[in-house]
């Protein structure tokens, strides 16, 4: 599978806090100590500082002086190496720390202490002078004698001191056992159904025979009942399951339960209303990620910030920046663009699906039968482009167009035309950091072939769709569109290095079959020209079945090309046929939809979910919209709607993964500037920001110390630390806001 991060070193320097400390374990009788002099009752030895750090003992402490203006975490330290682990015996990592002044962040890790520095837990809680104890438990991956526990407190910009007591790692503990609160078993869109929708719930029961439920108004009537029909085991949960419709019942109104089992079910609306707030809020995202502009705290009330990566210090800054070593000899003005995910870097894959996507939720309101252009019109989003009389959802993409154009490599060098595939810190940063705040160098990494035609497929889109507002940039966009296919021509075959991931991502992409699909399509598109439909046709893409389980995303491309040809008129010969096979795909995800007991048209092989799970959920359930606006069939219009009940609620989790939608949502997004979790004075991540969702793989350490043996749709937490199953990012919430979009057209 094609993920963004390859590796569980990529993201260890990024994780935040654990603020409560887990309850200690029941004593075992093979309980073994690991660390030596843990109490520093006579000595510090065999702790051992960074240069930078003066430490001693105070009062039975080690304490230490920490001084400011260091970078990372890591540039100031204190630690312990030769610590021996044994793989999957269980550990508990306890201390007791303070800071003073307080509110400094501390990473605690353990991890190897020679490269490649893995790191196998860690935790990161705001220090207070009143001193706190922590406790965690956490699983060994591996087998070594290398093992270190290290203390980081570099990353702060004024010096404070540190004193750490206590300080125990000890074998042979219980593992922990992490049991999410789940709430009560009846599972339902906490958000709201349509009132002439399909409504569909889940109830979690040990009963096998069918039982009855009943519909509550806000006042406590019954309003509609019937009885479960009892699905057995959930293969995406493990749960014995019941399904429920009371899509029979269509009047409007707010606050409804659903009652089942003795269950009484999280409220919900049936109304339209909830699904319009969210389209213009799942597109809002995208402002509040802007770089190279200071946000404004009067259009998005909480989120105002000064620029980031302006070339105002601490940042090193955007507007001249080389390559890594060896790759070019120039410098080029990157400013400007979106913020990829929680981090600070951008990265001209990601950004070229999350582009398409929200151009194509535009496009789909002009030439869809139930679409409505105004709704994302001039005005609509609250950005300062709103009444430039363009419409502000492609302005907002032109935010990251206008970046993706200057990733283009200049005339009159080797690679002339191709793109560079991404632009980001020289090393991992830790959270929370504003991006005015990031002090790292900011470096180019190699154009590639992929990335180049992503910058071709997304410009000749833009060119089409920005022609009646700004011919200048449509013409732009294209000539831009046209050099980037030219130079992907001359080299088909550069690729990512897939151990890129050094303060970025590495998004690695080895087959671009898709792209050049791709992008020949939005060319032809757009332009109507011979070679490009000659590509098209020619491409073993064209006639591939690529409506796999996983979904569409930046690596997997083809669909994007598919749905625009299938939709966009042309005159390219077959079309029928393209049109066909996006209605079989819709079919196949329409029956994967009816087996899942929780509804929603994902079933990946072998029950494990992928990356960013929650957004493969909605490019397949815009897969059987986009063939519910090809046939007008009733089917696929419910099947859309009835798969995006999974992400309000309707989940072995019972928590919309959407933040401020439903009464139980996901709000602890990794991110460094959405950072509540972590400081009170940032924000949660604003209305409308999809979380990534379940992912098996469960890469980073604090998931791996909550979620061990993780089932399906258990592997998730919302948490900070969690990278790997809560991130946010822009391709994840472009799928949102197309998703969005369509529902609140069928109201």
Request: overall charge negative; hydrophobic content about 35%; some cysteine.
């Amino acid at each position: 599978m094609k993920r963004r991060r390859t590796t569980l070193l990529c993201l260890t320097a990024l994780l935040g806090t654990a603020l409560v400390a887990s309850p200690a374990s029941p004593a075992a009788a093979d309980e073994v100590e690991q660390l030596k002099n843990g109490s520093f009752d006579t000595t510090t030895e065999p702790w051992w500082t960074t240069s930078n750090v003066t430490a001693g003992l105070s009062d039975g402490r080690l304490c230490a002086d920490i001084p400011g203006g260091t970078a990372n975490r890591w540039d100031a330290a204190v630690g312990q190496n030769d610590v021996t682990l044994v793989k999957g015996e269980s550990y508990k990592f306890s201390f007791t720390a303070n800071g003073s002044p307080d509110g400094h962040v501390l990473r605690a890790i353990v991890g190897l202490q020679v490269a490649p520095y893995d790191t196998w837990f860690e935790v990161s809680p705001q220090l207070s002078v009143s001193g706190n104890s922590y406790s965690y438990t956490f699983t060994s991956p591996v087998d070594t004698a290398q093992g270190q526990v290290g203390f980081q407190l570099g990353g702060s910009a004024d010096p404070f001191r540190f004193c750490m007591d206590d300080v125990s790692l000890l074998g042979g503990v219980p593992p922990e056992v992490y049991e999410p609160d789940t709430g009560p078993r009846v599972r339902v869109n906490q958000v709201a159904y349509l009132p002439a929708g399909p409504k569909n719930a889940t109830l979690v029961t040990d009963a096998t025979a069918k039982l009855p439920w009943q519909l509550k108004s806000a006042s406590g009537a019954t309003v509609a009942h019937g009885w479960s029909v009892p699905r057995g085991i959930d293969a995406s949960s493990g749960q014995n399951v019941h399904s429920i419709d009371f899509g029979a019942y269509k009047k409007r109104g707010e606050g409804f339960t659903l009652v089942a089992d003795g269950e009484t079910s999280r409220p919900f609306d049936i109304g339209t209303s909830a699904y319009e707030r969210l389209r213009t809020d799942a597109a809002k995202y995208y402002y509040t990620q802007r770089s190279g502009i200071a946000i404004r705290d009067d259009l998005r009330p909480g989120y105002g910030r000064a620029a980031g990566h302006v070339n105002v210090a601490p940042n090193q800054g955007d507007s001249h920046v080389p390559c890594q070593p060896g790759v070019c000899d120039y410098t080029l003005d990157v400013t400007g663009g979106w913020y990829d995910a929680g981090d600070h870097g951008k990265y001209v894959v990601n950004g070229g699906i999350s582009t398409w996507e929200l151009l194509s939720t535009y496009e789909r309101e002009l030439l869809a039968r139930t679409g409505e252009p105004g709704k994302l019109g001039d005005g609509t989003l609250a950005i300062p482009e709103s009444g430039n009389k363009v419409p502000d959802i492609l302005d907002e993409a032109r935010w990251e167009l206008e970046f993706l154009l200057k990733m283009q490599v200049p005339d009159g060098q080797p690679l002339a035309g191709m793109a560079h595939h991404k632009i980001h810190d020289e090393q991992w940063t830790g959270l929370p950091l504003l991006p005015s705040a990031d002090p790292q160098k900011r470096e180019l990494h190699p154009a590639n072939t992929a990335a180049t035609l992503n910058l071709a497929a997304t410009a000749a889109q833009a060119a089409r769709l920005f022609k009646p507002y700004d011919k200048a940039f449509a013409a732009k966009a294209l000539a831009a569109a046209r050099k980037a296919w030219a130079a992907a021509l001359a080299h088909p075959a550069i690729y990512a290095d897939p151990d890129d991931g050094i303060g970025g991502g590495a998004y690695p992409d080895s087959d671009v079959s898709d792209e050049f699909y791709w992008a020949a399509a939005e060319l032809y598109l757009t332009t109507g020209e011979k070679p490009f439909a000659d590509h098209v046709l020619a491409s073993p893409v064209h006639t591939a079945d690529i409506f796999g389980p996983l979904g569409y995303d930046w690596a997997r491309t083809a669909a994007a090309a598919r749905l625009d040809l299938a939709t966009v008129p042309s005159r390219l010969p077959g079309r029928d046929k393209v049109r066909r096979s996006v209605v079989k795909g819709a079919d196949t995800y329409l029956a994967t939809l009816k087996a899942q007991p929780y509804g929603m048209p994902y079933a990946p092989p072998e029950n494990l979910y992928d990356w960013g799970s929650n957004h493969q959920i909605l490019h397949n359930g815009i897969v059987i919209a986009t063939a519910y606006d090809i046939t007008g069939g009733s089917k696929y219009r419910d099947g859309a709607l009835q798969s995006v009940d999974y992400l309000f609620g309707r989940n072995a989790l019972n928590m919309s993964y959407v933040t401020g939608y439903g009464e139980v949502n996901s709000h602890n997004q990794h991110s460094r500037w959405y950072a509540h979790e972590l400081d009170p004075n940032l924000p949660n991540p604003p209305r409308g920001t999809l979380a990534g969702g379940p992912n098996s793989s469960i890469q980073d350490p604090y998931a791996q110390s909550k979620l061990q043996g993780c089932t399906g749709q258990f592997c998730y937490i919302d948490d900070i630390q969690s990278w790997s199953t809560n991130e946010h990012t822009i391709n994840w919430n472009s799928a949102l806001t197309r998703m969005a979009s369509f529902v609140a057209d069928q109201g």
